[in-house]
T-cell receptor, first 112, second 116 residues
Framework: DAKTTQPPSMDCAEGRAANLPCNHSTISGNEYVYWYRQIHSQGPQYIIHGLKNNETNEMASLIITEDRKSSTLILPHATLRDTAVYYCIVSPRNSGNTPLVFGKGTRLSVIA | GAVVSQHPSRVICKSGTSVKIECRSLDFQATTMFWYRQFPKKSLMLMATSNEGSKATYEQGVEKDKFLINHASLTLSTLTVTSAHPEDSSFYIC????????????FGPGTRLTVL
């Protein structure tokens, strides 16, 4: 079972920041937080991951609370092409055969 | 880098036939690949873990004799849906993890199977 809880849907105006929350209160010390997104009828796309420090890349920023029980993915300037289902997943980083377990995710709709 | 391909992208078949789906890691070696299934408006459900040179590990409720998995090389895993029925119609997605690397997994574009 997924160890994360996300709101089922969110709307965001084009050009504004999209802040997607995720609760993972039972996260273990060796588990990372991964974010993926899935655009309709495509395979999931990796966005970012982190352990306890905030992370930023060309796609997004990841803010993890100090107690690591929740995190927020930030898309700084959302575009229509960012409309997708966003999945927050916790998993050990060097884990051999451990698969990623997907929850229900958040359906983000970016509105013009 | 880290590109995963699937073939075919879409297949329509008659009930009772078998369908093979290929998953390839194009620019890296993948000792482990994973197969997922996704029904409309649902999340991805893990079907099995495919390990190069050994038998796949299936999730509870997934019939190993119906969904045959072969991982014959470090860049190719195949999923064969045997004696397909309409209820097997789904979106099948594979992912691969870089051998010896961290757990970022890279996903294929998916295969849409429709069984008539």
């Amino acid at each position: 079972d997924a160890k994360t809880t996300q709101p089922p849907s969110m709307d965001c105006a084009e050009g504004r920041a999209a802040n997607l929350p995720c609760n993972h209160s039972t996260i273990s010390g060796n588990e990372y937080v991964y974010w993926y997104r899935q655009i309709h009828s495509q395979g999931p796309q990796y966005i970012i991951h982190g352990l306890k420090n905030n992370e930023t890349n060309e796609m997004a920023s990841l803010i993890i609370t100090e107690d690591r029980k929740s995190s927020t993915l930030i898309l700084p300037h959302a575009t229509l092409r960012d409309t997708a289902v966003y999945y927050c997943i916790v998993s050990p980083r060097n884990s051999g055969n451990t698969p990623l377990v997907f929850g229900k995710g958040t359906r983000l709709s970016v509105i013009a | 880098g880290a590109v995963v391909s699937q073939h075919p992208s879409r297949v329509i078949c008659k009930s009772g036939t078998s369908v093979k789906i290929e998953c390839r890691s194009l620019d890296f070696q993948a000792t482990t690949m994973f197969w997922y299934r996704q029904f409309p408006k649902k999340s991805l459900m893990l079907m099995a873990t495919s390990n190069e040179g050994s038998k796949a590990t299936y999730e509870q409720g997934v019939e190993k004799d119906k969904f045959l998995i072969n991982h014959a090389s470090l860049t190719l895993s195949t999923l064969t849906v045997t004696s397909a029925h309409p209820e097997d119609s789904s979106f099948y997605i594979c992912s691969a993890r870089v051998t010896g690397g961290p757990n970022e997994q890279f996903f294929g574009p998916g295969t849409r199977l429709t069984v008539l």
